[in-house]
């Protein structure tokens, strides 16, 4: 039996960047213009927010 995911699970999940999950990773730098290697490193600095992680990648 699978387990069913509310709408807010899966809005939770979409503020998060997990830097580990290369589609993940791979989704941010074509969104942002930058390389994979930026986002795991904006990942590492800023945490995993979204937010956080998309405002380090426009600073640089």
């Keep these: 039996?699978?387990?069913?995911q509310t709408k807010r699970g899966r809005a939770q999940d979409r503020?998060?960047?997990?830097?580990k999950q290369?589609?993940?990773v791979?989704?941010?730098?074509?969104?942002m213009d930058v390389s994979k290697d930026e986002v795991r490193d904006a990942v590492k600095s800023e945490g995993n927010s979204r937010t956080k992680v998309e405002?380090?990648?426009s600073e640089d």
């Design 15 to 19: 503020r998060l960047v997990a830097g």
């Design 1 to 4: 039996m699978t387990k069913e």
């Design 26 to 31: 791979r989704y941010e730098a074509r969104k």
């Design 22 to 24: 290369d589609h993940e």
């Design 55 to 57: 405002r380090k990648l």
